[in-house]
């Protein structure tokens, strides 16, 4: 089992709707998570981070993390062509210092 | 104020040679890791240094290595270059490694 699973796409989604983008993770022990977005030839950059249980909006984002579940999602409102971009899961493993990455989903906003 | 810097941005290579890469971290940010990027493995984590000591490694050869001098700066070596080591190669800085990194702009390797 991977460490950091997410589906990857290609997710396309109509502009204005919402996007959702889900992940899944193996240590029990993890505490952070994060999500990057990363354009095509650019380097990832960071959108959100969550710590506790349940939902962290900031802006048009979304993040839920369900810690028994072992899953956290992003969710974009109105999306933007601009959101048109591949999304990481990151969840720092539990106490060692070390960040895992999932595959990444590519997201597609159609104007 | 500025981001995290690596030098240099492209890097071609024969094979057996080896490279070495810099990262310069955010001014006051002591956590430093490296990943390697291909299309078919995504982000992998090679290593994480803090104040100087490798607190983790992932799972690559001994060829990769790496340090960090006491202004946090990091260097990462490749010996024995393979073909298979051609990938974006990424440094990445935080304050302290939970809350998120901040990478820089990668050093592409390319090795013939």
């Known amino acids: 089992q991977k460490e950091v699973e997410q589906n990857s796409g290609p997710l396309s989604v109509p502009e204005g709707a919402i996007a959702s983008l889900n992940c899944t993770y193996s240590?029990?022990?993890?505490?952070?998570f994060f999500w990057y977005r990363q354009y095509s030839g650019k380097s990832p950059e960071l959108i959100m981070s969550?710590?506790?249980?349940g939902d962290k909006e900031d802006g048009r984002f979304t993040a839920q993390l369900n810690k028994a579940s072992q899953y956290v999602s992003l969710l974009i409102r109105d999306s933007q062509p601009s959101d048109s971009a591949t999304y990481l899961c990151a969840v720092n493993m539990g106490g060692a210092q070390k960040l895992v990455f999932g595959q990444g989903t590519r997201l597609t906003i159609n104007p | 104020k500025a981001g995290v810097t690596q030098t240099p941005r492209y890097l071609i290579k024969t094979r057996g040679q080896q490279v070495t890469l810099s990262c310069s971290p955010i001014?006051?940010?002591?956590?430093v890791s490296w990943y390697q990027q291909t299309p078919g493995q995504g982000l992998q984590f090679l290593f994480e240094y803090f104040s100087e000591t490798q607190r983790n490694k992932g799972n690559f050869p001994g060829r990769f290595s790496g340090r960090q001098f006491s202004n946090s700066r990091s260097e990462m070596n490749v010996s024995t270059l393979e073909l298979g080591d051609s990938a974006l190669y990424l440094c990445?800085?935080?304050?302290?490694?939970?809350?998120?990194?901040?990478f820089g702009s990668g050093t592409r390797l390319t090795v013939v």
């Open positions: 001014s006051g940010h002591r956590s």
């Open positions: 969550i710590y506790s249980n």
């Open positions: 240590d029990r022990g993890s505490q952070s």
């Open positions: 990445a800085s935080s304050l302290v490694s939970d809350y998120g990194y901040t």
